[in-house]
């Protein structure tokens, strides 16, 4: 369980085939890892990954195919992402509850400054629409945000610099597909309110 609040930005610096899988070699930036060891569980991007290694200068991770087939961003050497280690009990629930389980993948089709501030505008899966809501929250990127506008299938995030300053999501433009997790609190609702009524929604 992680909180969408990004500790840093890592790089991957190196990918190896696996059967039905690949190996990353994740540079993990100012992440403090000193506290990690194996089989601990890190967000990459927003997609909980377990920790196969350790070394001075990276960690290693799996990313089986069904996960690369749903998500972006984590077969490309050199790409920027954000990490976050799992949460612990006593820490301060900064974001909301985030599971690292991708539920799709968005576009993005805004992205620009407006004051000090900049527009994100990203236009969802139609499979999410029913789990999200203005004001409520989304995972994007592994990034705990709140959406402002909804209109048809356009989500309209406001990103405060000191968010851009911490997350890879300074990297946008326009056209870039990105990791979205729904509110997994809207999810059991939708769910539970599916079995009420006797209509199940796909």
Known sequence: MFTGIIEAVGEIKQISQKPNALGLHI?????????????????????????????STFFTVD???????CTHGLNIVGNYVNL?????????????????????VGTVTTFEQAGENYLLAIKSPVSLLKYIAAKGSITVNGVSLTINRIEDDILEINLIPHTLAET?????????????????????VARLMELSSGVIVK
Do not use: F, Q
């Open 27 to 55: 540079a993990p930036g100012k992440l403090d890892m000193s506290d990690v060891k194996i089989g601990d569980s890190i967000a990459v991007n927003g997609v909980c990954l377990t920790v196969t290694s350790l070394a």
């Open 63 to 69: 990313v089986s195919d069904e996960t690369l087939s």
């Open 84 to 104: 976050e280690k799992a949460m612990r009990l006593t820490d301060r629930l900064g974001g909301h509850l985030v599971s690292g389980h991708v539920d799709g």
């Open 168 to 188: 890879n999501l300074k990297h946008l433009k326009r056209g870039e597909r990105l990791n979205l997790e729904s509110d997994m609190l809207a999810r059991y």
